[in-house]
């Protein structure tokens, strides 16, 4: 159907759904699959050259985190995140995070808190490469492992289902002006914080950090609109 850049599959059948998801959320990123446009999972299924049963199961996982909706009798329609929603997510996410910041600064130890260092250079390391998947995946488990550190598991669900409801589509103008990277280095900088024992500054420098995402991601959807229009790239699986 041309919706999806090439990617290889791996056909194991008890990971095929996995990696289906995986590709799709990549496609949600990259803008390929565009916001509140419908798609079909046997559409999808001959893109990827497998059958439409992962391809559905994977998009009802998408689906449980708010990235799609069904649509009866068509297939799925990409969610579309306003400003409204995102100036939502922002606000419980600050909500929560920041004081927990503080928080975890306190009372986690030193050695806790330098085991995450090599999950923060990750995030700029991909952020250099130009690697979107690689920053957004290190990024999510350097914010959730750093919150795990206060023992409240549900507290983790709740901010990771906050995060993938407000992924953004179409970071790659983003990308491409170089505005990743600012980002990308606050988290070293939000961590030297914590190991130093500075719990306000911590807290100073998280809220910052959401509020920096939350503007950056805002630019990039807009960048990202007049580009969506036209894009229909072949996928060639094998």
Not at 44 to 73: H, Q
């Amino acid at each position: 159907m041309g919706h999806l850049t090439q990617r290889n599959l791996n056909t194991t059948r008890e990971r095929l759904r996995d990696q289906v998801a995986h590709h799709l959320r990549a496609a949600l990123i990259s803008g390929e699959l565009r916001p509140g446009e419908v798609y079909s999972a046997p559409g999808l299924a001959e893109d990827f050259g497998i059958s439409a049963t992962p391809v559905r199961e994977a998009m009802l996982d998408l689906a449980r985190e708010g990235l799609v909706e069904p649509v009866r009798n068509k297939g799925f329609r990409v969610t579309e995140v306003n400003e409204r929603d995102l100036d939502q997510y922002t606000e419980i996410r600050t909500l929560i995070e920041v004081p927990m910041i503080g928080r975890i600064t306190r009372s986690a130890s030193r050695e806790e808190l330098a085991a995450l260092r090599p999950v923060a250079e990750e995030i700029v390391r991909a952020a250099r490469a130009h690697d979107l998947i690689g920053y957004l995946d290190a990024d999510r488990q350097f914010h959730l492992s750093l919150l795990a550190l206060a023992g409240n598991d549900r507290l983790v669900e709740t901010v990771g289902d906050l995060r993938k409801r407000s992924r953004l589509y179409g970071l790659t103008a983003l990308d491409a002006r170089d505005q990743l990277l600012p980002s990308a280095e606050e988290h070293i900088e939000l961590l030297d914080l914590m190991v130093a024992g500075d719990a306000k500054a911590a807290e100073k420098c998280m809220a910052r950090h959401l509020g920096h995402v939350r503007s950056l991601w805002a630019e990039s959807a807009q960048a990202q609109q007049p580009a969506r229009r036209g894009l229909n790239v072949r996928l060639n699986s094998r």
